[in-house]
């Protein structure tokens, strides 16, 4: 399987920190995206890396991709209670095209 | 305007019965998904259609019957509802049919509770 798993399951901080998210996925990829879910809502598309970038940026949000370890991150830089949610990061299976596989999430509070 | 809309956004029904869930995306896209989220947030593709054909029936049981009337709806028909039935249904949309490496538009989801 290919499968992505993120790294904490959960994790709580306070306000105004930075929160770092992995996840670490089995086979070779072009590329992998990280998705939001607030609870009881749908997900919500963050940020798509390809496989020749090792850094991307979006707003609060910066994302690495090593291939070379199978791994990727996702930080939020100063964080807000509002960012509080569930975190996916998802691989096509395949490596390239195929559906998405998603990981089981990383579940982030962040206390005011 | 909201982008993928699925109703009814809760379904409390007994086991045994048959259910339907719609959606609709407003996107223009090509592609539309059903995914299932269990009680522990994991979330597992059903099915994938493209143009209303079928692209991928994730060995979901046959009880479980997606109808596309055209690109933009893909509805879900359940037949005779089982306990372990009970989750979390989202659809989805994405412009490329190759799922995995476009962005997906996700609805709202549709909780699904069998007694």
């Known amino acids: 399987s290919q499968q992505g798993e993120e790294d904490p399951q959960a994790l709580s901080i306070q306000e105004g920190e930075n929160a770092t998210m992995n996840c670490s996925y089995k086979t070779s990829i072009n590329n992998l995206q990280w998705y939001r879910q607030n609870s009881g809502r749908g997900l919500v598309h963050l940020i798509l890396?390809?496989?020749?970038?090792r850094e991307k940026h979006s707003g609060r949000l910066r994302v690495t991709l090593d291939t070379s370890k199978k791994s990727s991150s996702l930080l939020i830089t100063a964080s807000r209670a509002a960012d509080t949610a569930s975190y996916f990061c998802?691989?096509?299976?395949?490596?390239?095209?195929?559906?998405?596989?998603f990981g089981k999430g990383t579940k982030l509070s962040v206390k005011p | 305007d909201t982008a993928v809309s699925q109703t009814p956004k809760y379904l409390v029904t007994q086991m045994g019965n048959d259910k339907s869930i719609k959606c609709e995306q407003n996107l223009g896209h090509d592609t539309m998904y059903w995914y299932k989220q269990d009680s522990k947030k994991f979330l597992k593709i059903m099915f994938s259609y493209n143009n209303k054909e079928l692209i991928i029936n994730e060995t979901v049981p046959n009880r479980f019957s997606p109808k596309s009337p055209d690109k933009a709806h893909l509805n879900l028909h359940i037949n005779s509802l089982e306990l372990g039935d009970s989750a979390v249904y989202f659809c989805?949309?994405?412009?490329?049919?190759?799922?995995?490496?476009?962005?997906?538009?996700f609805g709202p989801g549709t909780r699904l509770t069998v007694l």
């Open positions: 998802a691989t096509p299976r395949g490596g390239s095209q195929g559906n998405l596989i």
């Open positions: 890396i390809r496989s020749n970038e």
């Open positions: 989805a949309s994405s412009q490329d049919p190759a799922g995995g490496a476009d962005t997906q538009y």
